[in-house]
């Protein structure tokens, strides 16, 4: 770009110490994945993942967090997933003082509560999932959404509880249940006492499917581990975001264990929808449209039924 610009006036060797001096700012060169999610920080400036467009974050805000260029869908902050789908002012969230204790007092490279606080002052959330009640075009639903930022979305006993209640609140009020799952899966940290949320939580769902209850699952890049192996791929309708990662162990683990190079596009969204695993692939502009017009159809079966 300087190169198109010539430095008039400047010496060769002043021009070079002026272009090092110069440090762009914002821009990272090799953004992660977490950094990419967010328009908040110091960073005005980020990178896509897939074409490597430098985007200006404020319009990938604007955006719903899709890049402009080839239509990539970046990480999703949780609140902002709230606006996407709820009706403005209609979301009440419940279970917003809940969190993790330390039953096994974990430690790797840190102790499990110094995970945690840093995990909530980066996240500014308190677990790694939130849940509440809310209207959709006036419908009324159970909301669950991940957070990605908080520990990769992974799932202990405080948001196994949490997505239980999420269907269990549906079920008392009779009204539908929508979990958007981002998630690394069970969180280590928790050993069997976050496995044993995958049982509890599709206990709860079951209850709900039994009542003929709608459960509709949003499945957001990345969705694995236990959180795929339970309620994530359970839905009565899965939708998936496009080239959402979805799947139990990753393709690494996979081609390391079986000695085999994986299919092109392996646990992507799209391999999926093409071998049934997921019902639809939805972009995340339409999926607002999507979740209401499915409300009306279940509203309108479940009228009938009554009648």
Known sequence: FLDQFPMHGLHSRDSMNWRNELKTPGIQSRPSKSDSSSSGGASLWTKCLNCGTILYRVEIDRNDFVCLKCNYHFIMPARRRVDLYADPGSFVEFDVDMKSTDPLEFFDEKAYPDRLGASQKKSGENEAAIWGKASLDGQDFALGIFVFEFMGGSMGAVVGEKITRCFEYALENRIPAVVVSSSGGARMQEGILSLMQMAKTCAALQRLRKEGLVYVS??????????????????????????????????????????????????????????????NIVERKEQRR??????????????????
Do not use: W
């Open 290 to 307: 999507y979740l209401s017009r499915l409300f009306r159809i279940c509203a309108h079966r479940l009228n009938k039924k009554a009648s």
């Open 218 to 279: 949003v499945l957001a890049h990345p969705t694995t581990g236990g959180v795929a192996a339970s309620f994530a791929m359970l839905g009565d309708v899965n939708i998936a975001e496009p080239e959402a990662l979805i799947g139990f162990a990753g393709p690494r683990v996979i081609e390391q264990t079986i000695r085999q190079k994986l299919p092109e596009g392996f646990q992507r969204s799209n391999f999926l929808l093409k071998h049934g695993m997921i019902d």
